[in-house]
């Protein structure tokens, strides 16, 4: 990881949010995060992370080479530690063992690295978190000194516990894996923002720009994506939309919008006009 995280290509802040993201004791001036997988190539994987203005990319251990296969092309060739955070994430695990396994396996990929993103599937259909078993390998990593940013359900109550646990961020889904489908419980994900006590990120479900930025409207502390970005018809475009919509969403958050109410009411008012 690298020792600056404002290192390289990502520093120019060009709008970013003012106030950083702290995630481990760490400053990040983008909250926008950014998946590395589904790209054409390892070149486009690089646009795309640049126009995204990213900071933290992950890297899905199990399907990503960055070092553990000495003859494929390696991304930290594009995408290199002293320039971004390289997040590696148990994406393709479905028990609590194989996920520690590929945490240990990082770890020492990446020269003693604590900070992961730990994810346990359910199923190989709706790709949900199995959460006994997310919680299980999240005790077990945060027993062995690793800095556990945690992918989960929508569930408010399921978020505190692994907040209290002492995972250093919470990534309630939005929807379904690479679905699309935007943020479909904006209640639940309220909430959660409501009670936290570590950084909230929603992550999985976001389809576009309007996605993200709804996300940072509710008051969620950053997003992570992949395959809004990697499968759209224009990436690098899409990366850049998507950058807007963090920072777009991020200010009408702080600036508070408006009561919604069922009748009009006048930009102009009509009381004092001049009879």
């Known amino acids: 990881m690298s020792s600056n995280p404002n290192n390289g290509a990502a520093t120019a ?23 590395t997988g589904k790209y054409r190539d390892l070149a486009e994987t690089r646009a795309a992370t640049l126009a995204a203005g990213a900071q933290i990319v992950t890297v899905a251990i199990r399907r990503s080479n960055i070092g553990q296969t000495s003859n494929e092309p390696n991304l930290l060739d594009v995408l290199p530690a002293h320039e971004f955070t390289i997040l590696p994430n148990t994406a393709g695990c479905f028990t609590a063992e194989d996920a520690v396994r590929t945490c240990k396996l990082a770890r020492e990929l990446l020269n003693g690295q604590q900070l992961v993103k730990l994810e346990v599937l359910g199923d190989q259909k709706t790709l949900f978190p199995d959460m006994p078993a997310t919680l299980k390998a999240a005790e077990m990593l945060i027993a062995d000194s690793f800095e556990v940013m945690v992918y989960c359900n929508d569930d408010p109550l399921m978020a505190r516990l692994l907040a209290q646990m002492g995972c250093v961020a919470v990534m309630p889904l ?12 904006r209640y639940n994900i309220m909430t959660i923002v409501e009670e936290a006590t570590v950084p909230i990120l929603v992550d999985a479900g976001v389809g576009t720009a309007s996605d993200a930025a709804i996300a940072m409207e509710l008051g969620c502390d950053g ?34 919008r408006i009561p919604r109410q069922r009748f009009a009411s006048a930009s102009s008012p009509s009381a004092g006009l001049i009879d």
Do not use: F, W
């Open 13 to 35: 802040s060009n709008g970013d949010c003012t106030d950083p993201l702290i995630i481990a004791g760490r400053s990040y001036h983008s909250r926008l995060l950014t998946g």
């Open 174 to 185: 939005a929807a379904p894996i690479g679905s699309g489908l935007g943020i479909q419980n």
């Open 223 to 256: 997003v992570l994506m992949n395959t809004a970005i990697a499968s759209a018809r224009e990436p690098v475009k899409m990366a850049h939309a998507m950058r807007l919509a963090i920072q777009a969403g991020r200010l009408a958050s702080q600036a508070g």
